[in-house]
């Protein structure tokens, strides 16, 4: 294996987020049918139904949560109530609350309703009573007494001319009110657990009631008597704490995740339709899923493990067998590599349990499977003192690795369960083991926050990762086995590349432990799921990045030879707006000292600044500020400064982006500035004072010799003897003025 063909990894991005909007409550749908309004703890949340996205989020500034909303059906008003016993009315579309006032009730409300006027505004409280609030005039009309507990559920009847109002409390029963008297005027009692919603027909004469029995009960409200009952299918929306995420499908198509549930959700990705399997009755703790991506398993705190079965045509998943003989909650499962042959489980029993598949499991058959299969067990040992944390089958399906709370990792034959070898070196228990797609080497993660890569052969450890500042909880092999993708339990995922031992990145999306992390086939997507309820999508972005900076050095070499050109041409204004464009001070810089090279480079450079735009100046003076560090450089800042100073008024330099920072950063050096350019005036004043006495002192030896000759002239006759006389007297006179 040629090591150029592999592409190292350098960064991934998220490509797409399955957050919850959710938490329990009430959901209603605006009245053309585009927004979902539902409750997120101190939030209300705007979903767009056509994308499944959040577009707003309403929250209250006092951070309670919100106990229950309304909104009128005129899709103008929006109203919550909180803990701290306050209705606040908002325009949701700005997410501004225009009004808040007291609920009067002694107790938190637990539900609310607009009539159809959306004039008046129904409040069910945790007190028993409910109150009936004019919007418009903004006062109470109603205290209606009577309800049994908590009113979990009002229902304003569509036909405000009937002046009638259905709710629900802790008996199960749905009262019906005659607003005219404030009296309870029936009670319909069919449901066994507590009414959810209403729903009315157009002609205001049925009436459809859902509970938590899961059934819909259908109402005559001519003769109050029920008619008959239907099926109530579960809503989407919190995740709660996610265990473990696999890829699911042929091509990848699909999520299956574990939500600290007995139930499994399986994600298509294009739409984030879920499926909501049943079959476990208590929570699930770990997924596995076979190569071909059609078949994967799970394992519970039942004691059971479940393989399940996806349609490939329809995507529809189903369970086709159930293992039974664990004593203890299954926490771990890995699926056979090569082919669809068995299926490995680790329990808090301390036992591995190999499960072989039968044939009609391993056909491809389509056909739907109405009752499980039942395994048995084809092997058990006890393989660890302590809980089993991790298992994983090697790529060839010969060998089966398993990491423990006891600090060892072991290797097993998976013929019969024999030990093969030990792993020993972690502080703490092991989270996580992975056998190498490539080479013979297992990876172990701990919780002493170092990831191991050992060899199969002799058992030693080859390297250790240190980084993570808290447990690692899964370790993963990408890039052909060239790279370590690791999870903590502080949130962060880290990427390694082995050969250097260099942690590339570190993704930081995750509020908490981060227990599912599994890779696409194609290596280029990857799965987390954490307890902070979050699924997160990444992509590799490493050929796209690499292609994004390849493309940017192109533009940058392409505008660099156009700069060079339109100085040559001395098109001064375009080259300073290309070289601002560029956003490198230094090639500014380069410019601007072209255009004061010229012979009135002075009046050039100013007609120049005077056409930029005010973005472009305002680029100019921040390079400015960092040009005039430099003395070398400073010239050309403060012919900057200056010219803005003498061209643009005080209130429009005032309207500068960051002007405040670029006056502070100039203003220091500046000062040093002109403090070294009057200490070097007053050294050239020095100098020119002395240059100006040495010339007077030099005029006035020669004056002096003048007079000397005139005066020897008149004792010496003018001969050469006397000339010689003349010269002996004068030459040590000039000598000592030199």
């Known amino acids: 294996m040629a090591a150029t063909a592999i592409q190292f990894k350098t960064n991934y991005a998220v490509s797409s987020k399955i957050e919850p909007f959710y938490k329990g409550g009430k959901v209603q749908i605006n009245k053309d049918g585009t927004y979902m309004f539902c409750t997120c703890g101190t939030k209300v949340n705007v979903i767009d139904i056509g994308t499944g996205k959040v577009t707003k989020s309403i929250e209250q500034e006092d951070q309670e949560d919100i106990t229950c ?62 109150k009936i609030w004019d919007v418009i005039k903004q ?37 019906l009110w005659n607003l005219n008297t404030s009296k309870c005027i029936v009670v319909l009692d069919a449901h066994y657990s507590a009414v959810t919603s209403l729903a009315f027909t157009s002609d205001g004469n049925t009436l459809v009631s859902s509970g938590r029995d899961k059934i819909c009960t259908v109402w005559d409200l001519k003769t109050y008597k029920s008619q008959r009952t239907v099926p109530v299918y579960e809503f989407v929306g919190y995740n709660d704490e996610v265990l473990d995420v696999k890829f699911l499908g042929p091509t990848d198509t699909h999520i299956v995740v574990a939500t600290n549930s007995p139930q499994l959700k399986v994600f298509e990705l294009a739409t984030l339709n879920c499926q909501i399997l049943y079959g476990h009755t208590d929570t699930v703790l770990a997924l596995d899923v076979f190569k071909q991506g059609t078949k994967f398993a799970s394992c519970s705190k039942d004691k059971t493990i479940r393989i399940w079965k996806m349609n490939k045509e329809t995507g529809e998943v189903n369970c086709v067998a159930q293992g039974l003989g664990h ?46 299969e039942v395994l048995r067990a084809d092997l058990t040992e006890k393989v660890h003192d302590k809980d089993i944390n991790s298992v994983v089958v090697s790529p060839n399906d010969k060998l089966i690795a398993t990491g423990s709370q006891d ?34 080497i297992l990876a172990t993660s701990s919780a002493d926050g170092t990831v191991k890569l050992w060899g199969l052969q002799d058992f030693n450890c080859l390297k250790t990762f ?29 990427l390694w590349t082995i050969k250097t031992n260099e942690c590339v990145i570190t993704l930081d999306a995750h509020e908490n432990k981060v227990w599912g992390l599994h890779c696409n086939k194609k290596d280029d997507l990857v799965v987390t799921g954490a307890t902070d309820s979050c699924i997160i999508i990444w ?6 990045e690499l292609a994004e900076e390849q493309a940017k050095q192109e533009e940058q070499i392409l505008k660099h030879q156009e700069l060079s050109n339109l100085l040559h041409e001395k098109k001064y204004v375009k080259a300073l707006g290309l070289a601002i464009s560029l956003d490198q001070p230094q090639t500014v810089l380069t410019v601007i000292k072209a255009i004061l090279g010229e012979s009135n480079g002075q009046e050039r450079l100013e007609s120049t600044m005077l056409k930029l735009r005010q973005d472009q100046k305002e680029s100019v003076l921040k390079f400015c500020i960092m040009w005039n560090t430099n003395s070398k450089n400073c010239h050309e800042a403060q012919s900057i400064v200056q010219i803005l100073l003498r061209n643009e008024a005080p209130e429009q330099l005032l309207q500068y982006n960051g002007i405040k920072a670029a006056v502070e950063g100039l203003i220091p050096y500046t000062e040093r500035h002109f403090q070294r350019v009057n200490r070097l005036f007053q050294a050239s004043m020095f100098l020119d004072y002395m240059w100006q006495n040495m010339r007077l002192t030099e005029k006035s030896s020669d004056s002096d010799m003048q007079a000397e000759e005139m005066e020897l002239e008149s004792f010496f006759p003018m001969d050469k003897a006397a000339n010689g006389a003349k010269k002996a007297v004068i030459a040590p006179t000039h000598d000592c003025i030199q």
């Open 539 to 544: 992509k590799d972005v490493t050929e796209i």
């Open 139 to 175: 006062y109470c009309t109603h205290n209606l007494k009577g309800s049994s507990g908590i009113v979990h559920l009002v229902e304003f009847h569509p036909d405000i001319s009937r002046l009638q109002l259905f709710s629900s409390s802790m008996d199960y029963k749905v009262r």
């Open 407 to 440: 600090k060892t990792a072991k290797l097993w034959s998976a013929s019969d369960f024999s030990l093969v070898g030990v792993f020993r070196g972690h502080n703490r228990g092991i989270w996580s083991v992975q056998f190498s797609p490539m080479d013979q």
């Open 327 to 372: 004593a203890h909650g299954v926490g771990i499962i890995s699926c056979s590599r090569l082919k669809e042959g068995f299926i490995v489980s680790g329990s808090q029993d301390c036992t591995l349990k190999l499960w072989a598949l039968t044939k009609s499991l391993r056909a491809n058959s389509s056909e739907k499977i109405t009752e499980p």
């Open 69 to 130: 909303f309304s909104v009128s059906p005129d899709d103008e008003i929006l109203v919550t109530s909180s803990r701290a016993l306050l209705l606040k009315q908002w325009d949701w579309k700005e997410k501004m609350c225009t009004r808040t006032w007291k609920a009067i009730h002694t107790s938190p409300v637990a539900s609310m309703a607009f009539d159809s006027t959306s004039t008046l505004l129904a409040t069910g409280g945790c007190d028993s009573t409910i």
């Open 466 to 494: 240190e980084g993570h500042d808290a447990s690692v909880l899964k370790t993963i092999f990408v890039s052909r086995g060239t790279q370590l993708l690791t999870s903590g339990s502080d949130g962060l995922l880290k």
